[in-house]
């Protein structure tokens, strides 16, 4: 395996593994107290720009170091201003 290859890969797991940690911690607390829901969303628009923009839609490393963490994040996004939303009826 080559260089570019094996940084591809790796790239996949830390930002999988980001997205699936942070999105645990919503859906287990039920809470998103200081996640910034702009930030995720802007993270996975770049995150899925990227993912266009490498022309690589076919390379697993590409689909696995850009658009599954970038719907992961679109994800995290909404279900954080969902929760920062009914915190903020709730108060």
């Avoid at 570019?4 to 699936?20: D, M, Q, R, Y």
């Avoid at 590409?62 to 903020?88: E, M, T």
């Amino acid at each position: 395996m080559m260089i570019v290859e094996i940084s591809g890969w790796i790239t996949a797991a830390i930002l999988l593994t980001a997205g699936f940690i942070q999105l645990s911690k919503i859906l287990k607390t039920g809470k998103a107290t200081g996640i910034s829901p702009l930030a995720w969303l802007l993270y996975g628009a770049a995150s899925i720009t990227a993912y266009v923009f490498a022309e690589k839609y076919l390379i697993p490393q590409a689909i696995l170091s850009f658009l599954v963490p970038g719907i992961i994040s679109l994800a995290i996004s909404a279900i954080a201003y969902k929760y920062n939303k009914k915190r903020k009826i709730d108060n």
